[in-house]
């Protein structure tokens, strides 16, 4: 969002949900940072590793706030088509 002016492709959407997805849970750090850092170069972005600190602090807000839309929502899963 940061890097996209809150518009991400759909193929960078796509790639960061089958991560998320697909991920094998046995993966190191360094093998997600990797596999994130290509997803983000792949699509002509940085990766969140490279942002500088407002950059992080922008997205670390985000986070905030889209965690606190899910407590108010209540929501426990998403549901699979």
Partial sequence: ???????????LK???FAFVQ???????NEQRQAALTKI???NGLKSPYELTKEQQA???KMFQQ?????????LQ?????
């Fill in 40 to 42: 983000f170069h792949d």
């Fill in 1 to 11: 969002m940061v890097q996209t002016d809150n518009k991400p492709s759909h193929k």
């Fill in 22 to 28: 697909d991920s094998p849970k046995d993966m190191t």
């Fill in 66 to 74: 889209s965690e606190a839309i899910v407590r108010d929502a209540a």
């Fill in 14 to 16: 796509e790639a960061l």
């Fill in 77 to 81: 899963s998403v549901p699979a088509s």
């Fill in 58 to 60: 922008e997205v670390f």
